[in-house]
């Protein structure tokens, strides 16, 4: 045994619990009890107040509710202008991604999950469009030019898209935008067909499991953020603790959340790492409690204990 | 007694069960009997948390059996998933008036530095497991936390390897992987409470004792060797 490991046995002074007197005491029947009433309570909740469960998004919904987001995020993810293509890791090294301090924490993850976003998600599912010669002929342009003239024609297309009333694509101004507009549109007819999460999901695949890529490409467009935020779940609504409608969601995550909503925190471009680095040091803190000087002996100087141990000294 | 009987066994059956009730000796794993100053509702929500996680696991089974969209179009799944949605919520708030009950008492003190731990570390880990098993409701709250979330994980490198978007990663950690470390973890814990029994109240001597002087409430080395109970330590 060390010398400070002795010290600290000697100065913790806490008598044993088995020399104090006792009393009578059912463990069974207070467990049991325990078990009858959350048990009725589970059910009582169960049965008055049911649980939410509100309809995923389809591609489908989404390209019928809002054509012109779709059009908007196929063109985004040929521009490489979405926030998928512009992610960094662990889906590409289009960023370096976010910091704490000097430290590239984000990039450490590496490269696992591999999405080139303009040809995973759109060009290689159109790629399986039959019967629109139109459509075929123009994927082979987009293929046969150089990635700065792909660039080029899709900034362009982007642009012209945001400049355009309500993003309408039958209303943008004419402009050289080579075969973008055409792939854009076949990609909105695509996801209105409904395939589009299928080949999505399990083009080398006969399983579906991984979601990863409809649910980058749903995140890279507005809708989905626009349905969230109208069922109050924003990131800046308090949105990881809440869950739709008015149920009770996370509410234990509140502190995670609340960093969110708070300078430096809110408007920093490292927010993400920050939150998750003192949320880290805070959990740590938790756990070693009893190891850490003037924190451990907070509670006899609180007093609630005396509420506890009435009787007590 | 000849010598033969006092020598140390060789049996690992018979060490074992040395092993054990040196660590919760018998009597103490179902006790009859508890100390006279545990006189308070706060006591109630350790076993109320217990009781909870009983109807989350239940429940849980249920909707395994029925799969993972089950609950989607048959009114008895979408029943229980209310009833695993509502167990969770008691199970959460049951555990925090626990946990803060303990803080207060600074349960720590007397050699409980590994049971404060182990229930910290459980509060930790059933927030994974709540949160994974938001990721895999398979409907708009599942689309929507999991987009979102993945940019904290990505932030710090842990996206790379749990990838919230992977739905059937997610399900498995669910109801696999997370529900078996925190169930380790809770009986941990729950050993570790009745090895060392219910912390005395601040400066209580026991009948019997002199006072001694006040100390910090400093905890010894969390070492599992070794019992509080005087029977255990004459061993």
């Known amino acids: 045994m060390s010398h400070e490991r002795g010290i600290r046995r000697r100065s913790d002074t806490t008598p044993d619990t088995h020399l104090f007197p006792t009393r009578p005491y059912d463990l069974v029947k207070e467990f049991v009890i325990a078990v009858v009433v959350v048990g009725l309570l589970t ?140 792939i854009a549109t076949g990609f909105l007819a695509l996801a209105r067909s409904g395939d589009l999460e299928g080949l999505l ?83 740590l803190g938790l756990i070693l409690l009893p190891f850490i000087p003037g924190l451990r002996s907070l509670p006899r100087h609180l007093g609630v204990h005396r509420l506890i141990w009435r009787n007590q000294p | 007694m000849s010598t033969a009987d006092q020598a140390p066994s060789r049996s690992w059956t018979v060490r074992l069960r040395k092993r054990v009730s040196r660590t919760v000796p018998e009597g103490q794993w179902l006790p009859d009997r508890q100390p006279a100053y545990v006189r308070s509702w706060i006591y109630v929500f350790g076993v109320a948390t217990l009781a909870a ?39 959460f708030v049951f555990m925090v008036i626990h946990l803060w009950g303990e803080f207060f008492k600074a349960a720590w003190r007397g050699r409980r530095a590994l049971t404060w731990i182990t229930g910290a570390v459980a509060f930790v880990g059933s927030i994974a497991t709540a949160f994974t098993g938001y990721l895999s409701q398979t409907n708009f709250d599942s689309q929507w936390i999991s987009t979102q979330a993945k940019d904290g994980l990505n932030s710090v490198g842990v996206g790379a390897v749990f990838n919230v978007l992977n739905t059937g990663q997610m399900l498995l950690w669910h109801i696999m992987l997370l529900p078996l470390i925190v169930g380790v973890i809770v009986v941990t814990h729950v050993i570790l409470v009745r090895r060392h029994g219910v912390v005395p109240p601040f400066d209580a001597v026991p009948p019997e004792q002199t006072q001694e002087s006040p100390a910090d409430e400093v905890p010894a080395t969390p070492v599992v060797a070794g019992a509080a109970d005087p029977a255990v330590r004459a061993r």
């Open chain 1, 43 to 182: 059910v009582l909740l169960a049965a008055v107040f049911s649980s939410p469960d509100r309809n995923a998004i389809t591609l489908a919904n989404w390209a019928s509710a809002a054509p012109e987001d779709v059009v908007a995020t196929a063109t985004a993810e040929l521009a490489g202008t979405s926030t998928s293509a512009s992610y960094g890791a662990p889906y590409n090294r289009a960023a370096d991604g976010q910091k704490l301090g000097p430290l590239p924490v984000q990039r450490w993850g590496s490269v696992r999950i591999p999405i080139d976003s303009a040809n995973d998600l759109v060009i290689t599912p159109l790629s399986t469009v039959t019967g629109n010669p139109d459509l075929t002929a123009k994927l082979q342009t987009w293929r046969a030019a150089t990635p700065d003239q792909q660039t080029t024609w899709a900034v362009a297309y982007s642009d012209a898209l945001a400049a355009a009333p309500d993003g309408d694509p039958t209303k943008v101004a004419s402009g050289d935008y080579g075969p973008v507009p055409v």
């Open chain 1, 201 to 283: 999901t399990s083009s080398s695949t006969f399983y579906v499991g991984d979601e990863s890529k409809p649910l980058l490409l749903l995140a890279d467009g507005a809708y989905l953020e626009d349905q969230a935020r109208a069922d109050h779940l924003g990131g800046d609504q308090w949105g990881m603790m809440n869950e739709t409608a008015n149920y009770p969601g996370q509410p234990w995550m509140w502190l995670y959340t609340f960093w969110y909503q708070v300078k430096p925190f809110s408007t920093s471009d490292n927010a993400d790492a920050l939150v998750w680095a003192l949320m880290a040091v805070l959990t």
């Open chain 2, 53 to 91: 996680l009983l109807f989350v696991i239940v429940s849980g089974v249920v909707l395994t059996v029925g799969g993972a969209t089950w609950w989607h179009t048959s009114s008895v799944g979408h029943f229980f998933n209310s009833m695993h949605l509502w167990s969770v919520e008691l199970f």
